[in-house]
């Protein structure tokens, strides 16, 4: 599978929009590109995902550049319940179902 | 529409004994994914399996660990005789398998072995 770099923290203000990157230089033209979050004792929770084009949900914004090499998830109005550890993933259409988690983001939300 | 249910939340065993962690997957779902998270570790991927099938268990370790998912009822991961390093929280996730892999996660069964 194809590996992906993130920040391994982030900090931001409640309600404010929240930017997280991902760098994904060798991703193929079958990976997707796929967010997870885990929040403090949970289990982790589907975010977001996309191929090539921009998508948008009712929990965030995936912005995929035009290289497909980074990507970056948009949380437009962090809130407190936002503070979670986001995983970006890449998942090869067609090849293994697994999820591979690197360490991810931890982002933190203050008031 | 329940979602992904795991049990029992947390699950205390002794070394030597046996764990038996549940998992009912989503309404319609018949792809199972089992991960573990080992304290203070990152997820990792054990096995994968559909109805009646293991597809890829390369995660799972070679010996006491075993996965299935029957016709009819849960998924379940057993580990025989538990050992200390077997605590961790094991999360099961579900998949309708269209064309997103869209994966839903369990709360997490949290065992501890003392």
């Known amino acids: 599978d194809a590996k992906t770099t993130q920040p ?5 203000n409640e309600e404010e929009p929240v930017h997280l990157p991902c760098n994904h230089s060798t991703i193929s033209g079958t990976d997707y590109i796929h967010w997870y979050r885990q929040l403090p004792s949970q289990g982790p929770e589907y975010v977001i995902h996309g191929l090539t084009s921009n998508v948008n949900n009712r929990m965030a914004s ?4 035009e290289d497909r090499k980074s990507s970056t998830l948009i949380l437009h109005r962090a809130t407190l319940r936002d ?9 090869t259409q067609g090849g293994s179902e697994k999820l591979v988690f690197g360490k991810g983001t931890k982002l933190t939300v203050n008031p | 529409n329940a979602g992904v249910m795991q049990n029992p939340r947390h699950l205390v065993r002794r070394r030597g004994q046996e764990a038996r962690l549940r998992c009912s997957p989503m309404k319609g779902h018949s ?11 990152g997820l990792k991927f054990m096995v994968y399996l559909q109805k009646e099938n293991i597809i890829d268990e390369s995660g799972m370790p070679k010996e006491r660990f075993s996965a299935e998912f029957p016709k009819e009822g849960p998924s379940i991961l057993r580990i025989q005789q538990v050992v200390r390093g077997d605590s961790a929280a ?3 996730a ?21």
Request: aromatic share 18%; proline share 4%.
């Open chain 1, 8 to 12: 391994n923290s982030m900090e931001s």
């Open chain 1, 62 to 65: 995936l912005a995929i550049a």
């Open chain 1, 83 to 91: 503070a979670a550890v986001y995983y970006c993933i890449l998942l």
């Open chain 2, 31 to 41: 792809h199972v994914y089992w991960y573990r998270q080992l304290p203070e570790e």
């Open chain 2, 90 to 92: 094991y999360f099961c």
């Open chain 2, 94 to 114: 579900s998949s309708l398998r269209t064309v997103s892999y869209e994966q839903y996660f369990g709360p997490g069964t949290r065992l501890t072995v003392t």
